[in-house]
């Protein structure tokens, strides 16, 4: 019991919900669902939203939204293509390939300030900002495609999504540096407590001396940069750069958030809720294809998932607020 | 004595919005002279129509405080829905088509509404969610084909025109009878914010909610209404663009919902709830409308456009949110 106390509520009913899918499987499609093949693919799959994940949770930490993770994501990728593609193609060297990854995580960087600057700055409402921001930057990686997707990158910058060492996919290290990284950043570093301080209440913050508008360009910032790194994974994954990849990651981005515990107006949150739900929907969504459900029952699946997660989450919150009292 | 302020009429957020589709059409008309024909107003209004009845039910809920990512979702299903079961049970009325249509956005509308003013999940991933449900149901149970047969006493109404124009060269461009439907939406709804006290609660509640809850207006009932109102309004539009388009495609309408609101706040409206016009939302549909369908004539390629509309509503958004910046400090003084 000592053990489970130390969980809060959220983590145990994502524990619950690991049970009951693992549960699930087991008796429904053990064989299929438990082969190394299955296991090796979904550590394959869930970095890249997973760390689009972690963007998407500082700034709700921060009492904002980012909807424009997947345009940033996709603008990045489509950079990064165009570089290489424009310095030898296929035949690209090593030296091609770092500049179009630090050009990528660049953009994402530039984009979040932009964002960032909206918000704190120009003092437009984050949903509004974000949702311009995703139309804006998939409008530029359209610009730049002119339409379709760039193809012909080099194998060495193919590989980083789909290539293994020793068995383990090299998506796995980079998921678990971003997850670290970030949970430091969060819980470790002043910059970390002023975001959970500007999420739960920003007027009182501005007066406690915090310089809101740093706070929340650093946030966007943050939030871009995860962003362009699951571009990169993305682009590289499918071998192209295209202005439209993964549109679905914008809801279900959200749906992990608020499945992991982070509360939709801010202040609230954990890396380590967020982490168990990302590994839960690729569990989720492994089985729904090991069961050959069709892809578009996923939708309705995730959208019920994220409102009921909500209604839990409002309910057991006013609840403790009237036992409070 | 009421004087008409001409400086703060000219230089006023619609004004602006007027000055930029003047200065629009004029350059698609210096590259295009067939532009200055009678005809762009009937295709223009072909084209705007049920992006006009959309428009003016999302600018109800913003002003309310909320917003709606539904509709497109909504709209799909009550169009799609209707016109596969009435091919299937090969019953052809249109009043049902309608009937119907306006009975799923009706039942959308209430699911959004106890969410959100029940439930008090923030507005965007309420409707985000619903979305998702719905777009996910109507392709799972009802099926992803478009049909291209739809009844055709529904199909019959793409037929009825209230207007012929035949230009120069000969060339018949007829107005569609369903341009009334946005029309006399417009009419009432500018009637109802300005001169009703469910209007007034409406911007009341968009304002500040506790502000309105003491000065004795029931926010629940009120948001309520406006889910439901742009529920039943999503599902008529929807049925009418499957008329117009003379086919039932369950995706077609799928994504268009940045456009909506892109028209509504480039409009004038304010995303934080409490203000907003009609009239500035027919302008900034018109707007968006002209941007999306004549950059081609300036020559601009098409995979502009998704970038365009994004920077205009960065840069309108801007503008009225540095105004509004400006007024707060210098009240201060």
Redesign the interface.
């Known amino acids: 019991m000592k053990i489970l106390k130390k969980f809060d509520h959220n983590t145990l009913s994502l524990l619950g919900m690991y049970v009951v899918v693992l549960v699930a499987m087991l008796i429904l499609n053990p064989s299929g669902y438990y082969s190394a093949l299955n296991i090796r693919s979904m550590f394959y799959l869930f970095p890249e939203y997973g760390v689009l994940t972690f963007g998407m949770m500082l700034c709700m930490i921060s009492g904002g939204?980012d909807l424009s993770l997947v345009g940033i994501a996709n603008l990045s990728g489509v950079v990064a293509a165009y570089i290489m593609v424009h310095m030898g193609g296929t035949e690209a060297g090593a030296g091609a390939i770092i500049l179009a990854i630090v050009a990528a995580l660049l953009v994402g960087a530039v984009c979040g300030c932009f964002n960032g600057f909206?918000i704190g700055y120009?003092?437009?409402?984050p949903?509004?900002?974000t949702?311009?921001?995703?139309?804006?930057y998939?409008?530029?990686a359209?610009?730049i495609?002119?339409?379709p997707g760039i193809t012909g990158l080099p194998q060495g910058y193919i590989s980083i999504a789909n290539g293994t060492f020793a068995g383990m996919p090299y998506t796995f290290p980079i998921f678990a540096i971003v997850t670290l990284v970030v949970a430091f950043v969060l819980k470790s570093t002043t910059y970390g407590q002023k975001v959970y301080f500007l999420g739960s209440n920003a007027e009182a913050s501005r007066y406690s001396g915090i310089n809101n508008l740093k706070v929340i360009i650093t946030t966007y910032l943050i939030s871009g940069v995860l962003g362009s790194i699951s571009g990169i994974l993305s682009s590289s994954h499918y071998g192209s750069g295209k202005s439209n990849y993964n549109t679905s990651y914008t809801?279900l981005s959200?749906?992990i958030v608020?499945l992991g515990g982070v509360h939709?107006?801010g202040g609230k949150g954990k890396v380590i809720g967020v982490t168990l739900a990302i590994v839960l929907l690729q569990l989720i969504s492994s089985a729904f294809s090991i069961l050959r459900i069709?892809t578009?029952?996923?939708?309705?699946?995730?959208?019920?998932i994220?409102?009921i997660a909500?209604?839990i989450t409002?309910?057991s919150a006013s609840r403790a607020a009237k036992a409070k009292k | 004595m009421k004087s008409i302020k001409w400086k703060e009429v000219l230089t006023s957020n619609q004004m602006f919005i007027i000055y930029i589709i003047a200065i629009l059409s004029l350059a698609i008309g210096m590259k295009n002279s067939a532009f200055f024909d009678f005809s762009t107003v009937i295709t223009l209004s072909r084209a705007l129509l049920v992006t006009l009845c959309f428009a003016i039910c999302e600018m109800v809920v913003i002003i309310s405080g909320g917003?709606d990512v539904s509709f497109p979702a909504v709209a799909c299903a009550a169009l799609y829905i209707p016109v596969k079961v009435m091919t299937d049970a090969e019953i052809d009325n249109v009043f049902l088509a309608f009937l119907f249509a306006a009975v799923i956005g009706l039942v959308v509308g209430i699911v959004n509404a106890i969410?959100i003013s029940i439930?008090?999940?923030?507005p965007?991933?309420?409707t985000?969610?619903?979305?998702?449900?719905?777009?996910?149901?109507l392709?799972?149970f009802f099926g992803?084909r478009e049909i291209s047969r739809i009844p055709e006493s529904v199909s019959a109404l793409s037929k009825v025109f209230i207007l012929n124009y035949t230009n120069a060269s000969g060339a018949t461009y007829s107005l569609t009878v369903f341009i009334l439907v946005p029309i006399i939406l417009c009419i009432a709804v500018h009637l109802i914010l300005r001169y009703t006290m469910l209007g007034r609660g409406i911007f009341a509640i968009g304002g500040d909610q506790n502000a309105a809850r003491i000065a004795g207006f029931n926010v629940i009932r009120l948001q309520f209404i406006v889910y439901i109102f742009s529920g039943v309004m999503a599902g008529i539009a929807g049925m009418i663009y499957c008329i117009l388009c003379d086919s039932a495609n369950p995706l077609n309408l799928m994504g268009s919902e940045?456009m909506i609101?892109?028209a509504v706040?480039v409009g004038g409206t304010r995303?934080?709830g409490g203000h907003g016009s009609v009239s500035g939302t027919i302008l900034g549909v018109i707007l968006i409308a002209l941007i999306q369908n004549n950059l081609i004539m300036l020559g601009v390629?098409t995979?502009?456009?998704?970038?365009?509309?994004?920077?205009v509503?960065?840069i309108g958004?801007?503008i009225t949110?540095?105004k509004?910046?400006a007024v707060e400090q210098n009240q201060k003084v």
């Open positions: 939204i909206l120009v003092k437009i409402p949903m509004l900002v949702l311009c921001g995703l139309q804006l998939t409008g530029l359209m610009v495609t002119t339409g809801l959200l749906l608020v939709p107006d069709d578009v029952i996923t939708d309705l699946v995730y959208g019920a994220l409102i909500l209604i409002n309910v | 917003i969410l439930l008090k999940i923030p965007l991933i309420a985000l969610g619903v979305s998702s449900m719905t777009s996910g149901a392709l799972t992803t940045m609101i892109a706040v995303i934080t390629p995979y502009w456009q998704t970038f365009v509309v994004g920077a509503i960065v958004t801007s949110s540095l509004a910046k």
